[in-house]
Nanobody, 114 residues
Framework: VQLQASGGGLVQPGGSLKLSCAQSNSGFRISSMAWYRQTPGEEREFVAGITSGGTPSYVDSVKGRFTISRDRVETTMYLQMNDLKPEDTALYYC?????????WGQGTLVTVSS
């Protein structure tokens, strides 16, 4: 299984980015998936999740700003991030919502700064 997160970059506060997570495993279609993020010295934290049926969940700090979605035909998951804040700066990863996790990919770096 390979998870490839992409779409990160440098954006000003208030800006938007859309992350993508491509997966090579057909198990994607039946797994609850999620986005996580990590900053140096901190634990990786859950950001947003989506069930196989499309039901989303979010950590409180991103509710109303981030939207998670998935395209099961193309086995791709997305995270639309709007109104970005400096505290959203982190390395973002995608993986299963619950253990056992797939091997963690390299993630994609999101930097929110003026």
């Amino acid at each position: 299984v390979q998870l490839q997160a992409s779409g990160g970059g440098l954006v000003q506060p208030g800006g938007s980015l859309k992350l993508s997570c491509a997966q090579s495993n057909s198990g994607f279609r039946i797994s609850s998936m999620a986005w996580y993020r990590q900053t140096p010295g901190e634990e990786r934290e859950f950001v947003a999740g989506i069930t196989s049926g499309g039901t989303p969940s979010y950590v409180d700090s991103v509710k109303g700003r981030f939207t998670i979605s998935r395209d099961r035909v193309e086995t791709t998951m997305y995270l639309q991030m709007n109104d970005l804040k400096p505290e959203d700066t982190a390395l973002y990863y995608c993986n299963r919502r619950y253990t056992p996790y797939y091997p963690w990919g390299q993630g994609t770096l999101v930097t929110v700064s003026s």
